[in-house]
């Protein structure tokens, strides 16, 4: 869902920056805050002044159309989903 507030589901950008209280608004999947510290330490979130929030260049935007778009995984993304989700031996990780 995060992602998604910078990709649309087509691969195309959505936003460049969002304001904290916006990465962690709207539905809730896993824990808001916990996603958001999460997807920084990941580095799929770039922080700038004035609490503002990035996505990232290269590889890491890369990775994140990708699994907007088709639920491709690479190890920074499953990394991050196992980080976020609490429960144990999950299989919140498609094709996993």
Known sequence: HLFGKF???DGSPRR???D???LI???V???PEGAFLQSGRFGYLVERPHERYERPAGDKYAEM???VTGLRLTPGVSGLLDAICERVNCK???NA
């Open 20 to 22: 904290r209280s916006g």
């Open 16 to 18: 460049m920056q969002l």
């Open 25 to 27: 608004r709207g539905r």
């Open 29 to 31: 999947i896993a824990d």
């Open 7 to 9: 990709v649309h589901l």
């Open 65 to 67: 159309v990708g699994y």
């Open 92 to 94: 919140h990780v498609p």
